[in-house]
């Protein structure tokens, strides 16, 4: 078992990454508590038997899968299911799914009654490696990706790579997207390393050292004032490109297209290409610039007419640089 430690000033939890977690689950979750879960539609529905064979469920929530239930209409329905089921602050919340539960959960668990506690059951790639980690949850605005939202941390993340195994390869490299970005901003090692071709084999110890990456990241930076963005690499013209495929694409899709555009005359242009095209990512797009900087302009990461925007020039060293909003026109040509 691999155990990371998320450290902020506020809170301390622990991130546990062991294959077959989930059959052991109750030893991670305290007994005689009441808990209640979120989970989609598309997850299968095994592991929700694995979990309600160890623990008392209360109530279950199960969302349609995507990432328009990640909605402000789909929290409220299910915090007035909650009321109605009579759940109360000293329940557990658990989110049981892929990075649109997880923040849909969080952000219910934030809200709900001024917060309840919740457990991070992350069983998809991107959410193993990236969303379940760091207390970020957010719900969309038609208008703009994750502009509702709040931090509250999980109590604990409990990864289990076996869940893996049933995600489709879509999937998988949709979370594959987010590890390149892990490599590109901070690990030249791992970078280096995900050009073999036995990614799976090992891949517990690749989750793991994507989770110390962002716990460090965290601890440093907890509120995204500074280096936290770097987490953000490809994310700017990516969010736009996912939003403007009204996100058919999935986040590491229009993110591998977005880091592709600011590797763009780097030295490492080709070997990521070559990186993206290996798992199956997508390298271009066909939306419209003109599209694509109006929804970058609202970007949240935008101040008045200043952007910060996320640079590699060296694999493992990514740093934040600020630019005016209209200089993005640069890397979109
Ligand atoms: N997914 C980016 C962050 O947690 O900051």
Redesign the pocket.
């Known amino acids: 078992m691999k155990k990371v430690f998320v450290k902020t000033p506020q809170h301390t939890y622990t991130v546990y990454i062991k294959n077959e977690l989930l059959k052991d689950v109750h030893s991670y979750l305290q007994k005689n508590k009441n808990y209640i879960l979120i989970s989609d539609d598309f997850i299968p529905k095994m592991y929700y038997e694995t979990l309600t064979s160890q623990i008392n469920i209360e109530h279950a929530y199960f969302i349609k899968a995507g990432e328009q239930s990640k909605s402000i209409d789909t929290a409220y329905s299910i915090i007035q299911k909650m009321l109605n089921d009579g759940v109360t602050k000293d329940y557990t919340l658990i989110a049981l799914g892929g990075g649109v539960v997880g923040d849909l959960a969080g952000f219910i668990a934030s809200i709900y009654m001024r917060g309840l506690t919740y457990v991070q059951i992350p069983t998809t790639l991107l959410a193993q490696v990236?969303?379940s980690?760091?207390?970020?949850t957010a719900v969309n605005a038609p208008t703009m990706k994750n502009a509702i939202g709040t931090y509250k941390h999980p109590s604990k993340v409990l990864i289990d790579p076996e869940t893996l195994k049933t995600l489709d390869i879509r999937q998988f490299n949709n979370g594959m997207a987010?590890i390149i970005k892990y490599g590109l901003i901070s690990n030249k090692t791992l970078y280096d390393e995900l050009h073999a071709n036995n990614i799976n084999e090992h891949i517990d110890n690749v989750i793991a050292t994507c989770v110390a990456i962002?716990a460090q990241?965290?601890y440093l930076d907890e509120k995204?004032q500074g280096v936290?963005?770097l987490?953000?690499y490809g994310?700017t013209i990516g969010h736009a490109i996912e939003q403007a495929s009204k996100y058919t694409m999935l986040h590491g899709e229009a993110i591998a297209i977005g880091m592709r555009i600011m590797a763009k005359n780097q030295s490492f242009e080709d070997s990521l290409i070559q990186l993206l095209k290996q798992y199956h990512l997508p390298i271009t797009h066909n939306f419209d610039h003109k599209l694509l900087l109006d929804i970058i302009k609202t970007d949240k990461k935008a101040h008045q007419d200043l952007l910060n925007i996320i640079l590699v020039e060296e694999v493992g060293n990514g740093f934040v640089k600020t630019i005016k909003k209209d200089d993005i026109e640069h890397y979109l040509r």
């Open positions: 990236d969303s980690v760091g207390g970020k987010e962002k990241i965290v995204d936290r963005q987490l953000n994310h």
